[in-house]
């Protein structure tokens, strides 16, 4: 890996061109960089107020940092010649590389070849700024300040430019260490600057806006680093749309799709996702602050009924929840409000103490004192440009008072953003206390800091199983008969089966197996939609009309037991992700499985507990456990049948491309659970290439 050190901290910057170079200079000096900054340019005296050196053999030496603000056949040409003089590194700033054309996608190419070891951020991206060195490669405004001497911020990595001088502009009080774009990432990525700045002590947790994930092996690394370093990340990916998922021949093609993968990807590494801007800066505000939550019980006290409800809405549905007050707790705020206040969850404390600060600080305390992961106190500020402040403040001194004799993570939760100000922000920082920002946006934080907990609790997770896919042979898919003797060879349970040729030898084994039976069309996917099986067939009158109905389609024709007194259908499926390799998908099946939805994807390797938590966290979870009297399913079976799924996939000599069994027929405790249809596509070829 190339060191970015010089470029990350540089004592010296060459800046390179016209308007964009005078702006880098600008910054720098808003930013009162102190080191030595060397203007370039081949017919100018002066750039930006400095004298301009004409050439990069007239620089005093070779700079730590180099900003490259000309076309973009000139740029290569600069890095080159940066490379040769041994510069620390280079922000290209030009467009119209491999996102533009062929031609461009050529010049990127000999862009990194001319970078050679030297690291390159970009093309095509505004560069970096380090504001605990104040050291700005940023060809234009942005809104951060410099961090004084000891104080710690975030770090933020971003492939959009324009969306990074947005985050720079933010008012919430949340202090920056690092803002760096990746632009194109010809070279340098999303990872190694992630790997990079997590070692800087003056970074508390790391944000990445992704467009793209440069390497998941890379991501890996990351995480791993983040999670030994007690520095926390989230990520906001772009790509939920239904338009980017993968479409395949199985269910569960069209059920993970890459984004689903990246979900399982970030949740194994640790890494919390959100989905908006504002919570992904509330998100990085909570963890700079107090970092990932222990658990997911939160308190929520505010002085308006109206706020309450609020709450009350606001979490529903959520992986966070507002947990019962202990006994000693509840009687504790009784005497502190008094008989007419209903003691629950979210509290409504009213405004019988409002501005009574000792009051205020006992009926907090209370509160914080019952062990919960994280204290909201609602309170929105008054405008301060036309009202009174003063009378607020009582509770922010009462809540600070109450976090630090409890030692509880307390956050002040503004419900509407514009009515907390960045002075008030970093006001409440300054007290110990998280200032959150929208009531939508600070559950989400709340939810993303209590996964990174969740997930930092457990050991850490194994590396991702990559195999190598032959990417010049044509996928084809394996008959249900086939598929159904593989997978039984590794220990999957099938319902007795064979091939029939006619009505004759389907009579011949109906006699071997017993009804009832199932009837179906070898070589089709999808074959309740096609009408291409027969089920329930309970003599041989209803075979032979089966029979004659299905013959001449397909592959031929396979005959099976039903199997008897199922509990549910389950939906166990792998598919190959070229990034992440093969995701596990399991789910409630049969033929309402797409409508249905109700799924969950992991990654391989995955541990029997991993499995049976995603299992338990499926809506449709309760059949499985009994639901309403019925019995409950054979959970250890459908268990065994999973792992010998994974043990199936991550065993094969062939290249595994999608396994679709649907539906895993369980039966009740102690009947186990069978493969009722399986599907195989696969690659024939078991050599070729495998980009992680």
């Known amino acids: 890996m190339r060191s970015l050190e010089r470029l990350l901290h540089p004592k010296t910057i060459a800046v390179i061109g016209g308007a964009q170079a005078a702006a880098v200079i600008e910054q720098c000096r808003r930013l009162s960089y102190d080191g030595e900054i060397w203007p370039l340019h081949p017919t100018r005296h002066e750039v930006g107020g400095l004298s301009a050196f004409r050439s990069l053999a007239e620089l005093p030496a070779a700079p730590d940092a180099a900003f490259i603000g000309v076309n973009r056949e000139t740029t290569v040409d600069l890095v080159a010649g940066l490379a040769a003089i041994g510069a620390g590194g280079a922000v290209c700033y030009a467009s119209g590389f491999r996102e533009a054309s062929d031609e461009g996608a050529r010049l990127q190419s000999a862009l990194v070849e001319a970078a050679d070891r030297m690291p390159v951020i970009g093309p095509n991206c505004y560069g970096l700024i380090n504001y605990a060195a104040g050291a700005a490669l940023w060809p234009d405004q942005q809104g951060g300040q410099r961090l004084a001497a000891g104080e710690r911020g975030v770090a933020i990595i971003m492939q959009s430019s324009n969306i990074a001088i947005n985050l720079t502009m933010q008012r919430r009080g949340l202090p920056l260490a690092y803002m760096l774009t990746a632009g194109n990432q010809a070279q340098t990525g999303l990872s190694d600057l992630a790997l990079a700045v997590l070692d800087d002590p003056a970074v508390t947790a790391l944000g990445l806006h992704i467009e793209g994930i440069d390497s998941s092996t890379a991501m890996e690394a990351v995480a791993a680093k983040a999670r030994d370093l007690k520095k926390p990340i989230v990520a906001m990916k772009m790509g939920r749309s239904a338009e980017a998922r993968a479409v395949g021949l199985s269910h569960s093609a069209s059920l993970a799709g890459n984004d689903r993968a990246a979900d399982a990807f970030f949740q194994r590494l640790g890494i919390a996702r959100v989905d908006s801007l504002p919570s992904f800066l509330e998100t990085l505000k909570?963890?700079?602050?107090?970092?990932?939550?222990?658990?997911?019980?939160?308190?929520?006290?505010?002085?308006?009924?109206?706020?309450?409800?609020?709450?009350?809405?606001?979490?529903?549905?959520?992986?966070?929840?507002?947990?019962?007050?202990?006994?000693?707790?509840?009687?504790?705020?009784?005497?502190?409000?008094?008989?007419?206040?209903?003691?629950?969850?979210?509290?409504?404390?009213?405004?019988?103490?409002?501005?009574?600060?000792?009051?205020?600080?006992?009926?907090?305390?209370?509160?914080?004192?019952?062990?919960?992961?994280?204290?909201?106190?609602?309170?929105?500020?008054?405008?301060?440009?036309?009202?009174?402040?003063?009378?607020?403040?009582?509770?922010?001194?009462?809540?600070?008072?109450?976090?630090?004799?409890?030692?509880?993570?307390?956050?002040?939760?503004?419900?509407?953003?514009?009515?907390?100000?960045?002075?008030?922000?970093?006001?409440?920082?300054?007290?110990?206390?998280?200032?959150?920002?929208?009531?939508?946006?600070?559950?989400?934080?709340?939810?993303?800091?209590?996964?990174?907990?969740e997930a930092w609790a457990q050991p850490a997770p194994m590396p991702l199983h990559r195999r190598r896919v032959a990417s010049c042979e044509k996928p084809h898919a394996i008959d249900e008969a086939t598929a159904k003797a593989r997978l039984n060879l590794h220990g999957i349970a099938v319902p007795q089966g064979c091939r029939i040729d006619d009505l004759s030898s389907a009579a011949e084994a109906a006699e071997r197996i017993g009804f009832p039976l199932a009837l179906k069309v070898l070589g089709l996917a999808h074959k309740s939609d096609t009408g291409s099986l027969r089920l329930n067939l309970n003599n041989q009158a209803a075979l032979a009309q089966a029979v004659e109905d299905l013959r001449g389609g397909g592959q031929g024709l396979y005959l099976e037991a039903m199997v008897a007194a199922p509990v549910c259908e389950v939906i166990v499926g792998l598919t190959h992700d070229p990034q992440f390799g093969l995701v596990l998908t399991l789910g409630m099946g049969g033929v309402l499985v797409e409508i249905l939805d109700d799924t969950r994807c992991l990654l391989l390797p995955s541990s029997r507990a991993e499995v049976a938590a995603s299992l338990d966290s499926l809506r449709a979870a309760p059949l499985l456990n009994g639901y309403r009297g019925r019995a409950a399913a054979d959970k250890a079976a459908l268990l065994d049948l999973i792992m010998a799924v994974q043990d199936f996939a991550l065993a094969k000599e062939t290249s595994l491309l999608e396994l679709d069994i649907n539906p895993v027929i369980v039966c009740a405790e102690g009947e186990g659970a069978f493969a009722a249809d399986a599907l195989i596509v696969e690659e024939e070829r078991p050599h070729g290439s495998f980009k992680a």
């Open 286 to 453: 909570l963890l700079h602050m107090i970092g990932p939550l222990p658990g997911r019980r939160l308190s929520s006290m505010s002085c308006s009924g109206g706020e309450a409800c609020l709450m009350a809405d606001a979490i529903s549905d959520r992986r966070v929840a507002f947990g019962d007050i202990g006994a000693r707790a509840r009687q504790e705020l009784q005497q502190v409000l008094g008989p007419k206040v209903t003691i629950a969850q979210p509290l409504d404390y009213h405004t019988y103490i409002w501005a009574d600060q000792p009051a205020m600080t006992a009926a907090f305390q209370a509160m914080f004192s019952d062990g919960f992961d994280l204290n909201l106190v609602v309170l929105d500020f008054p405008r301060d440009d036309r009202c009174d402040t003063g009378l607020w403040w009582p509770t922010v001194e009462a809540a600070a008072e109450a976090a630090a004799t409890c030692n509880a993570r307390t956050a002040i939760l503004a419900s509407l953003p514009e009515n907390m100000t960045e002075d008030q922000a970093k006001t409440l920082m300054q007290r110990g206390l998280v200032p959150l920002c929208g009531v939508t946006e600070a559950l989400d934080a709340a939810e993303a800091a209590a996964t990174i907990g």
